[in-house]
């Protein structure tokens, strides 16, 4: 676990900054963290906890892992990586909502700076944090009270995950970035075609995510990032275990296209980069 003093990490008890103590994190007022093999810290209290299993489950994960580690998503990957304000060596990154860690961990491993990830799922932090060392992986509700300090953080990425915009704002620095990542014009289409999905262009996503973001945030600029990607059976199962919206699809459709030997998607995204206002 690494940790920059003074911590930007906050005791989800009493708010007050947690620090490395031996094998555990650990507040001033002696509330503990139990670091784990892997390297995390699990700062969800069971009182916070509604499913026993939240956020995504241990076979999404791996195939959200075997999907990224298969480089169909490398358009996103680039794209996060090469924005502007992202990778400036020391700046403070927290990805909240980061599935299993592919696009912090290869930043953490592009740039120097404090490198933070937090997901609900803990399947999801464990196999983060077990490959990717240089940043901090934490379970912990993005939705609620974020363990992380006020005006600490450089820039926030919400990619593809549920956001809490008062909260990146209370934690991002004046001149900090949020960075949003929805799905794309046109992504995917190919697959939901063939499962009998209506064709919408997605367009709405990001129109939608910058009017919530508006009393808080105002929009520096949209980059649009595709590809064509030519999907092998196995990508295709995999994509299709990783996404909730597909499951609706009929079993008769889902069985087909996974019959597939191959079919070539459309991966689309927009990101949108936010100021704080
Ligand atoms: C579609 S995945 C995206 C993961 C990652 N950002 C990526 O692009 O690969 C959405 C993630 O949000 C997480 N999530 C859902 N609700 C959450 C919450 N309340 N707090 C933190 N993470 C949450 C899920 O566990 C899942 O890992
Ligand atoms: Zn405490």
Excluded at 41 to 68: I, T, Y
């Amino acid at each position: 676990m690494i940790l920059p003093t003074p911590s930007p990490i906050r005791c989800p008890v009493c708010s007050e900054p947690l620090m490395l103590q031996d094998n555990m994190i650990a507040c001033q007022n002696g509330h503990p963290f139990n670091i784990a093999r892997e390297g995390y810290a699990n700062l969800l209290l069971s009182h916070q906890r509604k499913a026993k299993q939240p956020g995504d489950d241990p076979e999404m994960v791996m195939a959200r892992r075997r999907f990224f580690d298969s480089g169909a998503f490398d358009v996103l990957t680039e794209a996060v990586t090469e924005l502007p304000t992202i990778g400036n060596d020391d700046n403070a990154v927290l990805d909240c909502g980061c599935g299993e860690g592919h696009l912090l961990g290869t930043l953490s491993e592009k740039y120097r700076g404090f490198f933070c990830g937090i997901d609900i799922s803990k399947k999801a932090i464990q196999v983060a944090s077990k490959r990717w060392k240089n940043a901090a992986w934490f379970v912990a509700n993005g939705m609620r009270n974020i363990p992380v300090a006020t005006n600490s953080m450089d820039s926030i990425l919400s990619i593809l995950a549920p956001r809490n915009n008062d909260e990146f704002h209370r934690i991002l620095k004046p001149d900090g970035v949020l960075i949003i990542g929805v799905p794309g014009f046109n992504h995917l289409i190919e697959l939901r075609k063939q499962l009998q999905f209506s064709s919408g262009d997605f367009k709405e996503k990001a129109d939608t995510a910058a009017e919530k973001c508006a009393p808080l945030f105002e929009e520096a600029n949209r980059i649009a990032v595709s590809g064509k990607v030519a999907l092998n059976r196995e990508q295709i199962t995999d994509l299709i275990r990783m996404t909730p919206i597909f499951w609706r699809s009929s079993d008769a459709a889902k069985a087909a296209v996974m019959q597939l030997s191959s079919l070539t998607v459309t991966v689309s995204f927009t990101l949108l980069r936010m100021t704080k206002k």
